[in-house]
């Protein structure tokens, strides 16, 4: 039997987002993660980037309770196509692209990172870089072949069609710590007391690894066994109590985590307040010396106040838009070549070269680099890291969400500021948000973000990937833009009602 992966992605709701395909696990079945791998692969064939049969495609996942049978799903598509299949476990995502991205193949990441547990995804890497929305056509335009008897009337693997999993390849993960152990100096940590959030983050130990091999005194703290969705973006509020907590009972330089596949970081002070990532980022490429700046236009503007930087590109929510961004940076002849987002993922475009040693791109979400580069930073300048924040122009941006927001709700919300004309979307936001004035802006280059005469900033989007609509937000305090959050949530929690 044939299937269209178009078809599929309506039938089944399991669509692409800024961050691959996502869904429910019950909607993403072995049929469908077979599916979608062969057509992305089929797409690679089309495109020219994928020739050789027997190339490696490489497969790996999270720690959520559905990953293991997907991964086995992508990994028998891969094998029917007439390419190796290389299990590469449960390793971070930047892990396994770094691995693809050195070696030339394709990897398939199977995570839904941050979102709850009854729900998964696929985020599919090219031979040559992350997919970007220009690969996306291509992709769900693919027919595909679904070998007869392969899949039972459930759609999982019929009894006796073993999927092709294979032992576990620890290269890519090896290479992945020798990356920080091999670039940055031995034990330039030194004496710093580290606290790592392991929770469920699939690179909980790595983390560890790294820092430690660095020179840190590292404690693991919160490690569990159940899949916690820690979103690194919308802090959940048991988890700024819990790190409030730990820097509190204990003497830590810093803590971090990071999200569930490990590519978004989690960095907090010493005194347990978690930096906002896109604050993080500014401080990063700071660090890194950067020339170009790529970041979604939710981000702090605080990275055009600081002056820092030679250019900074804004761009839509998500990494690929990013990564577009960094490759048009990169065609110009810029020298360092970075970006970020408001989740923490830090993107490198241009390998570094410090004393001899180089560390190589790895243009997707990275959660280490930027650790141990606001680390290195604040030991640098003889500052803690909540002294190091207070160096940046006083912009504090914060973000929250409305979940179980339908895409039809969201989308109608979206609509009320987009009638065509602009004198009523101002009013209809000014009345809407009462407080904070007139209406001086409307950016839709991602969602509605308004800019009111006071300066503050209410950027409205719906989700890529999830039925959820956040809502970020910019103000000159951090109280004042907590207690705009809070108002600008009330306002979208009523309107999408």
Known sequence: MTAAIQELMQQTGVRFGTSGARGLATQLTDLVAYAYTRGFLQYLEHCGELTVPGTPVAVAGDLRPSTGRIMAAALRAAADLGYQPVNCGRIPSPALALAGFAGGFPTVMVTGSHIPADRNGIKFNKCSGEVLKSDEAGICGQQVLIPEGLFDAAVHFAPGAAPVVGPEDTTAVQRYVARYLEFFPASCLHGLRLGVYQHSAVGRDVLVKILRGLGAEVTPLGRSDTFIPVDTEAIRPEDVALARQWAATQPFDALVSA??????????????????????????????????????????????????????????????????????????????????????????????????????ALPTRDA??????????????????????????????????????????????????????????????????????????????????????????????????????????????????????????????????
């Open 259 to 360: 999200d569930g596949d490990s590519d978004r970081p989690l960095i907090s002070d010493e005194r347990g307040e978690w930096i906002r990532g896109d604050v993080a980022g500014i401080l990063c490429a700071r660090f890194l010396g950067a020339d170009s700046v790529s970041t979604p236009v939710s981000c702090n503007s605080a990275v055009e106040l600081c002056g820092w930087f030679q250019e900074v590109k804004r761009t839509k929510i998500g990494s690929p838009f990013v990564v577009s961004s960094l490759l048009d940076a990169a065609r110009r002849g810029l020298n360092c070549v970075v970006g970020y987002e408001a989740n923490g993922g830090f993107l490198l475009n241009s390998p570094l070269h410090r004393d001899g040693r180089t560390l190589r």
């Open 368 to 497: 280490v680099l930027p650790m141990i580069s606001l680390l290195l930073l604040a030991r640098a300048e003889g500052r803690t890291l909540s002294q190091l924040v207070s160096t940046l122009p006083t912009r504090f941006t914060a973000s929250g969400l409305v979940k179980e927001c339908p895409v039809e709700k969201s989308q109608a919300l979206l609509a009320r500021y987009d009638t065509g004309e602009d004198a009523a979307d101002r009013t209809a936001l000014a009345a809407d948000f009462t407080g904070l004035g007139p209406v001086t802006d409307i950016d839709r280059t991602d969602g509605v973000r308004v800019t009111f005469a006071n300066g503050e900033v209410v950027h409205l989007r719906p989700s890529g990937n999830a039925p959820e609509f956040r809502c970020y937000n910019e103000a000159g305090s951090e109280a004042r833009v907590h207690e705009l959050g809070a108002a600008a949530l009330a306002v979208v929690t009523r309107l999408a009602r």
